[in-house]
């Protein structure tokens, strides 16, 4: 047994303990347990804590009184009283100023509550130990001699902490608009000064002589060149009071061709050509447009969506768009993209096409309808072609025709993708094309022409177009004008009518060949139902043209911000051809491909 660990170790336990707990009043308290004891926080000098560590743990009331105090305090260390033998009240003279006028009302308890009511009164005992302050000393714990703030109330901590709250609390959007407010204002301010400048050397312009202007050639500032130019302006403007004596008109007009050849980079026949069409006024603002692009605009396809849901579509893609007018219907204009507007997949799908706002108001003049029979005939690249198909609702017939071949594949890849199917596409020329086929309710000629109304898109045409080039694609629009009238049937009873635009802005290219269709066949000119632009000209440089002329359409960057644009809708009311004893309808009839086409 004395082997057995069990027997070895065990202890004898009194009978009176056996079964029972301890009495607690003998057992001896060890002190706290593991989990009940807690380290007491460090608490640290107040002198030993930054000035932001004590503010920290402080509320915005407390702060603001913790500064009061302090600042109290260093008033009463620098009003101490040096010792002083007792001296006699006097009364106060009624001419001396006010106490209340040298010192404060709170400076005034404090010194009362620290000294009494004698410290703070001024006689000529105390004089040697009391001295005055300035009247903008008080409060001023700085020291220095300048006056305060007009709007400082002495408590500069406490306006400080406030601006900073209230800077705080302002939104992006204040701060933005505040910095542009006062970005106006400087430009105001600048322009004001500019103007004051300029009408002073306005009465001093002197014409620069050929030796200057010689000299100028070799080193050009086109900064002077544009204050010139304003200058020549202003005097163009009111001739007959700024000119200068002996000075003719013309010699002032061909100072400014000059300068603006030169400062805008264009050839000299085509800004004679711009000062004969525009007034000077204006023709600075028609030569700015062209220096900045046109916004970029899409048309909605509403063969496939309506432009709402496109809108929305696009809008969440990260687009920012508008309408583009109220006289539009499918129209948008989009400001910022921050994907590529012609990869989307509502592009690729034919939801809508990119086409300029100003191409859209030969359709809309030309008022397309359904189960009608219309020629295009220059059709690429399609944006027209597949409005018309959009407001015919792909019912009838539409031939879209055109010349180039290269142009046919982005005429053929539009139609496809945005789900045309009442259209027949062929490339003939576009003069021939009445003995090829003919009687068509209406017709869209979209002319070539000098692309003078799309500099903005083609800076090449500033130097590149000539007096020759203008008369060759004037004498190519009066034919191709002549074979659309004739590939009308004038026996329509819906249409019978013919759209005529380009995109310049030359008589020559415009009203001219309206006025020499008028003098060939039998048509007349109508209303467009545009609702805006300006009217054609009736009469230009001397020249009398049709009055009915004024009913075209003329529309300018600088105006309509869009592509400068010509629009003329004919109707005609014969198929005899002026001239001619042979009657035009007979002619269409012993032809078999009219035949087959009808």
């Avoid at 903008?136 to 400080?160: A, I, L, Q």
């Avoid at 809108?311 to 910022?336: F, H, M, T």
Wanted: hydrophobic fraction near 30%.
């Amino acid at each position: 047994e004395a082997s057995n660990p069990r027997i070895q170790y065990t202890c004898t336990v009194p009978a009176g303990e056996m079964g029972r707990k301890r009495d607690p009043t003998t057992v001896e308290k060890k002190g706290p347990g593991r989990k009940s004891k807690k380290q007491i926080e460090p608490k640290m000098p107040k002198q030993l804590l930054t000035r932001d560590e004590v503010d920290k743990k402080l509320a915005y009331k407390q702060r603001r009184e913790s500064t009061r105090e302090t600042r109290q305090l260093k008033r009463k260390k620098e009003l101490k009283v040096p010792e002083r033998l007792p001296a006699k009240k006097k009364k106060r003279e009624p001419k001396k100023a006010e106490k209340s006028d040298l010192l404060g009302s709170e400076e005034e308890d404090e010194l009362e509550e620290i000294f009494g009511k004698e410290a703070t009164e001024y006689t000529d005992e105390n004089q040697s130990w009391l001295k005055l302050a300035s009247s903008y000393d008080h409060g001023n714990d700085s020291g220095s001699d300048m006056p305060p703030d007009e709007f400082d109330d002495g408590n500069s901590e406490e306006s400080s902490e406030d601006e900073s709250d209230e800077d705080g609390m302002l939104l992006n959007i204040e701060t933005k608009s505040k910095k542009l407010d006062k970005k106006r204002k400087k430009d105001l301010e600048l322009e004001e000064s500019e103007a004051k400048s300029r009408a002073e050397d306005h009465q001093q312009f002197v014409l620069p002589s050929v030796e200057d202007l010689e000299a100028e050639d070799e080193s050009a500032d086109l900064s002077s060149i544009y204050e010139r130019i304003k200058d020549n302006v202003h005097v163009l403007n009111n001739f007959r009071e700024l000119r200068m004596e002996g000075r003719s008109r013309r010699e002032y007009l061909s100072l400014l061709v000059r300068d603006l050849s030169t400062y805008y980079s264009y050839n000299e026949f085509l800004i004679e050509s711009f000062i004969n069409l525009f007034p000077v006024s204006e023709l600075l603002e028609f030569l700015e447009a062209n220096e900045v692009h046109r916004p970029v605009t899409i048309r909605t396809n509403s063969l496939k969506t309506r432009r709402r849901d496109l809108a929305q579509a696009l809008i969440n893609r990260g687009v920012n768009l508008d309408p583009v007018g109220e006289w539009s219907k499918v129209g948008l204009v989009v400001y910022e993209s921050s994907v590529p507007i012609g990869a989307t997949p509502e592009y690729m799908a034919g939801h809508y096409i990119l086409q300029g706002a100003s191409s859209l108001l030969p359709v809309m003049a030309l008022a397309p309808q359904e189960n009608e029979r219309i020629l295009d005939m220059c059709a690429a690249p399609g944006g027209k072609t597949t409005y018309i198909a959009s407001l015919m609702k792909n019912t009838g017939v539409l031939v879209a025709n055109d010349i180039n071949k290269e142009r046919m594949k982005a005429l053929v890849a539009n139609v496809h993708r945005l789900g045309v199917l009442n259209t027949i596409i062929c490339q003939y020329d576009g003069r021939k094309l009445p003995k090829v086929m003919s009687g068509f309710d209406r017709v869209l000629l979209d002319a070539p022409c000098s692309g003078t109304g799309v500099i903005a898109k083609d800076g090449s045409v500033k130097t590149s177009k000539d007096e020759k080039d203008i008369k060759r694609c004037a004498h190519i629009q009066k034919e191709l004008i002549l074979a659309a009238i004739d590939c009308i049937d004038a026996r329509s009873s819906t249409g019978g009518c013919l759209v005529y635009s380009t995109c310049s802005v030359m008589v020559e290219e415009n009203e001219a060949v309206i006025d020499y269709a008028l003098s060939k066949r039998n048509v007349k000119v109508v209303a467009t139902g545009l609702e805006f632009g300006a009217e054609g000209f009736g009469r230009f440089r001397g020249k009398c043209c049709h009055p009915s002329l004024k009913q075209t359409k003329r529309f300018y960057p600088h105006t309509h911000n869009m592509d400068g644009f010509f629009v003329a809708k004919l109707k005609k009311f014969s198929n005899k051809i002026p001239g001619s004893t042979e009657d035009q309808k007979d002619q269409l009839s012993d032809n078999p491909d009219t035949e087959e086409t009808s």
